[in-house]
Each structure stands twice: as structure tokens, then as C-alpha cells.
């Protein structure tokens, strides 16, 4: 049974900093390309990072560059999304994307995990 389970989200003030983690089973985590997306209320989902299986290629919208961290260990099955900096206009409801296409393409989702920005 594939699982994605985001946690650490949670209320911030502007400044701060969190640690979003996704830990990962049922699939073989580390032939994925995992990323972080959020969406914000009434606004369409959006790629936040990503990182390759082999945590060798990173890549993150121009909003957060040089805010925000996207690293994976294979080893423990589980991707991290450091946030430092943090603005009112990141909070949303962040999501853990798990993809990969061979033959077939494969997209898994987490639940999602609300982080607010406020002071």
C-alpha cells in the first residue's frame, strides 16, 4: 500500500523557520523524483522544489530560491522541505509528490500539511 505522510507544518511567525519531512512506503522510494507543492486558498496547486532520486538535481520556483531546501534520504525513505524566511504569502497546504515514468507513469500524493505564516 503506497503512504506519503507530511508532517511538521504548523503556525510560524513571519522570520521563522520550519521542516516539513515525508516519509514514504509501498513504493521503491528511491527511483522517484520527489517534489513539494502547496497550494493556497483560491489559488491553483503549484510546484514549490524538487529533487531527483538521487538527490543529485535540485530545482524551486522562483518564489522561494535561496529560502527553501528540498533533500532526500534514501536511506530512511523520507524527503525534507527546509523552510527558512518564511513570508505571509507561503502559507498554504503543503503537499509531498512522489513521480516517476518508465513504462507507465507513476504519481503518488501525500495528505498535505498546513503551514501558516502569521504573526
Known amino acids: 500500500q503506497v503512504q506519503l505522510v507530511e508532517s511538521g507544518g504548523g503556525l510560524v511567525q513571519p522570520g521563522g523557520s520550519l521542516r516539513l519531512s515525508c516519509a514514504v512506503s509501498g513504493f521503491t522510494f528511491s527511483m522517484f523524483v520527489m517534489s513539494w507543492y502547496r497550494q493556497a486558498p483560491g489559488k491553483e496547486r503549484e510546484l514549490v522544489a524538487l529533487i531527483t532520486s538521487a538527490g543529485r538535481t535540485t530545482n524551486y520556483a522562483d518564489s522561494v530560491k535561496g529560502r527553501f531546501t528540498i533533500s532526500r534520504d534514501n536511506a530512511k525513505n523520507t524527503v525534507y522541505l527546509q523552510m527558512n524566511s518564511l513570508k505571509p504569502e507561503d502559507t498554504a497546504v503543503y503537499y509531498c509528490?512522489?513521480?516517476?515514468?518508465?513504462?507507465?507513469?507513476?504519481?503518488?500524493w501525500g495528505q498535505g500539511t498546513q503551514v501558516t505564516v502569521s504573526s
Open positions: 509528490n512522489a513521480a516517476r515514468s518508465v513504462s507507465k507513469y507513476y504519481n503518488y
